[in-house]
């Protein structure tokens, strides 16, 4: 059975160094290569169980996120998994709907397996359930995907929401609209509110009135939510030529309204999204949308979490990420509301 001195020996280093390497400690280039040969070379399986008796490690994640049957989620847990496989850790999936009542106790759980850390993602959280979040981020290292928490132990990575919301509407506005409607999801949250202030920044950029009117809020961030909210877009007047959902599912959820309604997109309305997961091009039309780095984002957070428990940094870590736009069949024409109401009423 090849043991960590047998590594050492072939890499012409002290089974110290062999050790740094495999905890991801800093080492010199050269030691790090000779060492990564000889694994290689020797086929060497380190003993994780042994190891985590040894550092007082899991090298076992938390992963907590909402809706595992939401897409833009699934794509976040695929690039932490992909991360922290990468680092030798393992990750814990649990699913937090929002609301559930349950959601501490389930963070006590995945807490009492000895996870070394937790990635989490707090959409739909109540307070109470946040307070228990700071009081394990005092123990254990903890990142917050899309979400930061000024004054507390809990690091975060996200993206600039505002900037985001106001390249879309900015987008459209520059292609000739001039009524957007807008559903909003989440203005309990920081997030949403950041969209919100987008999408008014860029009308008034192009001189556009903010009108009330235009903005409905959905129950969440789902498709039947955007299917049933942009209804009450459409009783508007005059009404929008284009509309933008607070997120990917809420926008595909009004285009799959406005096709029950015999509506063409983008020629009466165009519709645009944010987040742009995969589902964007696999919808017809396909869906324009603002891009958020998933991969880059989930990858910076398993570092954070990596050097907290390395102790490489004592200092809160909070990152905004930016965000691209990407322009599909859905806002590819002119800005007319072209179709008559009574569709909507047979």
């Not at 954070?304 to 965000?323: R, S």
């Amino acid at each position: 059975m090849i043991q960590l001195k047998d590594v050492a020996e072939l890499a012409g280093v002290s089974t110290g160094s062999v050790s740094k390497v495999l905890n991801g400690y800093a080492v010199s280039p050269r030691m790090k290569k000779s060492v990564e040969l000889a694994i290689a070379e020797l086929n060497y399986k380190p003993n994780m169980v042994a190891r985590s008796l040894r550092t007082k490690t899991s090298n076992s994640i938390g992963v907590m996120v909402p809706y595992t049957n939401d897409p833009y989620f699934m794509e976040f847990f695929r690039g932490v998994s992909i991360g922290l496989s990468e680092k030798g850790k393992v990750p814990f999936l649990f699913s937090t709907e929002p609301h559930d009542e349950f959601s501490a106790q389930k963070m006590q759980q995945i807490f009492m397996r000895g996870v070394d850390g937790l990635i989490v993602s707090t959409y739909g959280w109540k307070d109470s359930v946040l307070e228990e979040l700071y009081l394990i981020a005092e123990k254990i290292p903890v990142v917050s995907y899309k979400r930061s928490f000024p004054g507390t132990a809990i690091h975060s990575v996200g993206v600039d929401d505002c900037s985001g919301m106001f390249k879309a509407v900015e987008h459209l506005t520059s292609i000739g609209h001039r009524r957007i409607g807008y559903i909003a999801s989440g203005l309990n949250l920081d997030t949403g509110q950041q969209r919100l202030k987008g999408y008014q920044q860029a009308l008034e950029q192009a001189g556009i009135a903010y009108e009330d009117n235009l903005v409905v809020e959905s129950a969440a961030f789902q498709i039947e939510d955007g299917y049933n909210a942009v209804q009450q877009l459409l009783k508007r007047f005059p009404l929008p030529s284009a509309i933008v959902g607070a997120n990917n599912s809420v926008a595909i959820g009004a285009l799959k309204f406005l096709e029950s309604r015999n509506v063409k997109i983008p020629e009466d309305i165009a519709v645009m999204g944010y987040d742009d997961e995969p589902l964007s091009t696999l919808v017809t039309p396909k869906l324009s949308s603002v891009s958020v780095p998933v991969y880059e984002m989930t990858a910076k957070a398993v570092q954070i979490i990596e050097d907290a428990i390395l102790g490489v940094h004592k200092e809160t870590i909070n990152i905004l990420f930016p965000t691209t736009l990407k322009i599909r069949n859905s806002t590819d024409f002119s800005a007319t509301a072209a179709f008559e109401f009574e569709r909507f009423s047979r």
